[in-house]
């Protein structure tokens, strides 16, 4: 009976050391990967739309004109962790936001936030994914309460 048991211990072993070495060097990889630093540009208004299903159907459209709100929001996209390659996401579907930030009437950024799955943050002049954070779902949900109805 104890032949069978170091074996089979063995091989726990192996693939529990396994398992740690792939975290560690996902962790690393990670760390490794951070992200750019928020730009100079400060925007004075956001559009957020919700999207519904198709991304052609927009549900909601609201302006942000509140300067400290904006500028939290702003900062805080710039500073949300970097999704990690290979994240496990659940298959869930939830509401998708488009932010589209502006400084007068000038472009600043656009912004793609997924409420489901991984809640992915994506900046469109990035190459990168980030994960959204708490803190962010309750500013960008702020934001759309504290907003005015786009026409």
């Not at 490794?32 to 630093?37: D, E, L, V």
């Not at 052609?56 to 004109?65: D, F, G, I």
């Not at 970097?82 to 589209?100: F, I, M, Q, W």
């Not at 500013?139 to 907003?147: E, F, H, P, S, V």
Request: glycine share 6%; proline share 9%; net charge negative.
């Amino acid at each position: 009976m104890n032949k069978g048991i170091g074996p089979a211990l063995a091989r726990l072993v192996l693939m529990l050391l396994t398992l740690l070495i792939g975290c560690a060097f996902q962790v690393a990889t990670c760390a490794a990967c951070t992200p750019p630093p928020v730009p100079h540009v400060q925007p004075n208004s956001v559009v957020i739309q919700t999207l519904g299903p198709s991304p052609q159907e927009v549900l909601q459209s609201v302006t942000l004109s509140d300067p400290a709100l904006i500028n939290q929001l702003y900062n805080t996209i710039y500073t949300l962790p970097v999704l990690p390659e290979n994240s496990a996401c659940t298959l869930d579907y939830g509401p998708r936001y488009v932010l589209s930030f502006k400084q007068g009437n000038q472009p600043v950024v656009v912004v793609t936030a997924e409420r489901f799955g991984c809640r992915k943050v994506t900046i469109d002049d990035e190459g990168i994914q980030r994960h959204g954070t708490e803190e962010f779902w309750s500013l960008l949900d702020q934001a759309i309460a504290a907003g005015t109805p786009t026409t």
